[in-house]
Nanobody, 119 residues
Framework: QLQLVESGGGLVQPGGSLRLSCAASGVILDYYAIGWFRQAPGKEREGVSCISSSSIGTKYADSVKGRFTNSRDNARNMINLQMNNLEPDDTAVYYC????????????WGQGTQVTVSS
């Protein structure tokens, strides 16, 4: 069973940076497409970014394009979401999720990590 664990959340001032990580054990994450999602209080969950298996392609929501970078660290079997120039609207619980090739859906989810952007 694939288990994902996010880390790296915290409190940061507007304009600051955080790096979230998504780690797994027992499987090679490079075989999975990985998505980052977030959910703010009172709002629906939204997709932030996704990276295909073997890093063939990466996509970003318009709201984070140019500020967030989604990348793989295959040596550590992790996915990193580098978040720069953070804004208060980025405040949310961030989740990573994994999609097996050909499954068409994100079957595996982490527990989430809180990101708060506030002065």
């Amino acid at each position: 069973q694939l288990q994902l664990v996010e880390s790296g959340g915290g409190l940061v001032q507007p304009g600051g940076s955080l790096r979230l990580s998504c780690a797994a054990s027992g499987v090679i994450l490079d075989y999975y497409a990985i998505g980052w999602f977030r959910q703010a209080p009172g709002k629906e969950r939204e997709g932030v970014s996704c990276i295909s298996s073997s890093s063939i392609g990466t996509k970003y929501a318009d709201s984070v394009k140019g500020r967030f970078t989604n990348s793989r660290d295959n040596a550590r079997n992790m996915i990193n979401l580098q978040m720069n120039n953070l804004e208060p609207d980025d405040t949310a619980v961030y989740y990573c999720a994994a999609q097996a090739v050909g499954s068409g859906t994100y079957n595996y989810w982490g527990q989430g990590t809180q990101v708060t952007v506030s002065s």
